[in-house]
């Protein structure tokens, strides 16, 4: 307690030297402009519905860099580029069909991202119901081997934030694969990444570890999660699947970079990213359509109030966050390279949601500086409901941390985000326009505030 | 800032005092239970789907509160009973028609409750937009007489809360027809309280004042009052109205109470409610749905933590707030009557969204009190991120104030309530389940603590 009145008072010192009033002020026109002229909501709904799903290495994620391209060119930026980088290219193909042999009853199955399919091939085998990998680890060889192997644990309700909850479960969409075939499984499905019960699958990325043969891996929708389970209760379940997914050559696509020079401290860069790629399925409305919108709100804004910043504000639109980090990896390689500084990265990657506040991560030996500005920070932002806590910033920045700046994640209220997440109702038409708005707004003010005083 | 030291202090004080640590745990096993076994959503569910809209005086109504009574029966209550209340009672009628004149185009548009109707006959006349009620008394009865007078001040979308918007808007909605009528206005059209483009016409109450002529009220959708303010930009418009709304006699109907009497102070009762009345169109799932779930799965929780209340918590399904206050009225009177007090009320009236906080009025001599008993509340549901302010309760509350004990409001996050309030969407899809059960485990948690401390 006693840290926390301490920081109050520095909160108070700090604020009171720097004329709360002027920029409480110019954080109510960034709340005013982003509400009424807000280009933010318009602009993600004609890249959802015009291009749609698009997954590194399509040809819609490259449709997309031209997209937002253009939209970055019509704000009078002093920089817009596109940044080359490799990125994996996966397709799901045609054919998608799980089914109990029994019944010929057809099971909501998505492909996981980076699987093999069947080769159009029917795989039918016996099912197996597990918790966990090691579930998987403890029954051997014996009881897994010819195996369909299915990972039932749900995301645990309790957690407040479905992001923990996920963060709880993911594993097994990741390494479920991978750990069955370690053991002699021939494939495995995965209980859907949501903690509601519907009839959507969730796609996401999966990955295959060490010397193991390869095999497919599905997700399923929590419905038929729940009714396979039911079906194994009751004794021996067959399924079959025949999908034609595939892994194909790494392709050339891109970063998507727009700046504004600062005046004083030009070398020092505030970044605020979103990552332009998303599943095949649905439209990526949510995500990360939502964060790219954000971020090119940020410099809508900024430009429209003719703001003229201390410091380099950079937008990035980075390419690859579902499934390599080909564009995130490739951003910081260069960056480091020119030698670049990053003050602070922002990254929006958790939905188009009210927005909650921000988590903070920075080198240690630094982040106690960081932290009594940002309380500060918190106090002009107080009328907004907005929290600064420690956290995680984003996959896209992570490769930055050696810069030894602050990361930042944005954080919209989290309770929606695991219904759309990956799947075909990730549509813009789940996005509420104000809600997306409201999350610009508050990064664009904390931007002007680190802008302002730095760090 | 000193004040708020110093109530940091206190809280602090307030805090170690009380054990807060064995709070802690019991407000997470209310959070633990609400969101894996909570009955708010499925009782919400059957309520929308069996019964649908619930507007006092109907039949419906009516049906809802021997739903509700027979969930509280359920729950093993102290005590569960209807209380009888006359409520006014207002039909729409089958009729409900508004087209131009000139090429028949129909507008969505919605009679307003409490208001006459046609009589099934077609009324025509000229259009004349304005902005506000000013704007009529400025124009005067030369260019009002014989005109269908449209309310077209959209709500402002510089408000953070949809609810400030809201209620710099609403007079257009609740006196625009009286104001109209007072200067020879032959029928008032109001533009749909709501920050949405889109095709939903929003009922909702307004009210005859005076003795000038009783005129039909109608809302239209805000894209009909986008279209319609278009054409009278270029000219004359007409435009037929026919319906056939009426007011009927006013009839019995009833508030629903249910209470855990008090082990250490019975006469200290803490109410929670909700109002079960909604608007005929639609399923009244946010308005006032969730807030009666809400208040419910406050009982449902305490009863299966098999918790023992210092205090009487009692909650109240109250009848008739949207067009007329006869049950809140009703409640107080018979309250008074008895010599009871309301130590804490609390409304949840704003809808089944992630909950964001508490605003709290009371009397000013004792709600300096209150306010530190508040701020040591804050600190520990501070994990919940949930804030308590001053601001307003409820409207059923609002009788309850003369007992001088504290009128607390839940916040939920108000961003997409106007999206459905009031129209035919307000239906169960719109409602997130983890949004409404986390409502419901902060209400419930406020209402521990208050029993826990008092005030």
């Avoid at 990998?133 to 309700?157: H, Q, S, T, W």
């Avoid at 479960?169 to 990741?174: E, G, L, P, S, Y």
């Avoid at 970079?257 to 970044?271: A, C, Q, S, V």
């Avoid at 995500?287 to 504000?313: E, F, S, W």
Wanted: proline share 3%; with cysteine.
């Amino acid at each position: 307690m006693l840290d926390r009145l301490l920081c109050l008072v520095f909160a108070l010192v700090s604020i009171t030297a720097i004329g709360q009033d002027d920029e409480a002020f110019f954080i109510k026109s960034i709340y005013d402009h982003t509400l009424t002229e807000g280009v933010c909501h318009p602009w993600l709904s004609e890249m959802c519905t015009d291009i749609g799903g698009r997954l590194s290495g399509s040809d819609n994620a490259n449709k997309a860099t031209d997209f937002v391209k253009s939209k970055l060119l019509s704000l009078s930026l002093d920089t817009v580029y596109k940044q080359p980088c490799m990125v994996p290219a996966w397709e799901r193909g045609d054919l998608e069909i799980v089914k109990y042999i029994s019944d010929g009853e057809e099971l909501s199955a998505s492909a996981l991202g980076n699987s093999i399919g069947t080769g159009g091939k029917i795989l039918m085998a016996e099912v197996i119901e597990v918790q966990s990998l090691d579930e998987v680890r403890e029954l051997g060889r014996e009881k897994i081997m010819g195996k369909i192997v299915f990972y039932n644990r749900p995301m645990d309700p309790k957690q407040l934030t479905t992001f923990s909850a996920y963060g709880g479960a993911v594993d097994q969409r990741v390494f479920g694969a991978t750990v069955a075939a370690e053991y002699g499984g021939v494939a495995a499905l995965v209980r859907s990444m949501t903690l509601r019960i519907d009839d959507h699958p969730h796609t996401g990325v999966m990955s295959y570890k060490g010397d193991y043969p390869k095999i497919p891996g599905l997700a399923i929708s929590t419905l038929d999660a729940d009714e396979l389970s039911k079906r194994l209760a009751k004794g021996k379940v067959k399924i079959s699947i025949q999908n034609d997914a595939k892994v194909l050559p790494e392709r050339e696509s891109y970063n998507v970079i727009g700046e504004i020079k600062g005046t004083e401290f030009p070398e020092e860069i505030i970044l605020v990213g979103g990552h332009l790629d998303s599943w095949d399925i649905g439209q990526g409305a949510h995500d990360d359509g939502a964060g790219c919108a954000h971020v090119m709100q940020v410099m809508h804004t900024l430009k429209k109030l003719n703001y003229k910043p201390k410091r380099t504000i950079r937008c990035v639109l980075f390419m690859n966050e579902e499934n390599g980090l080909g564009g995130g990896n490739e951003y910081a390689k260069v960056s480091n390279e020119k030698g670049e500084y990053h003050l602070a990265a922002l990254e929006s990657d958790a939905g188009g949601f009210t927005p909650r506040g921000f988590t903070c991560e920075g080198d240690t030996s630094t982040f106690k500086k960081f932290f009594i500005s940002l309380n500060a920070f918190e106090d002009i932002l107080s009328p907004y409901n907005l929290y600064i806590k420690k956290g995680g910033g984003g996959a896209d920045i992570r490769p930055l941390k050696s810069q030894k700046g602050l990361l930042i994640g944005f954080r919209p209220d989290s309770q929606r985000y695991f219904d759309y997440h990956h799947t075909a109702i990730d549509k813009i038409d789940a996005v509420n326009k104000r809600e997306l708005e409201l999350g610009a707004a508050a990064i664009t003010s904390l931007v002007y505030l680190i802008d302002q005083h730095g760090l």
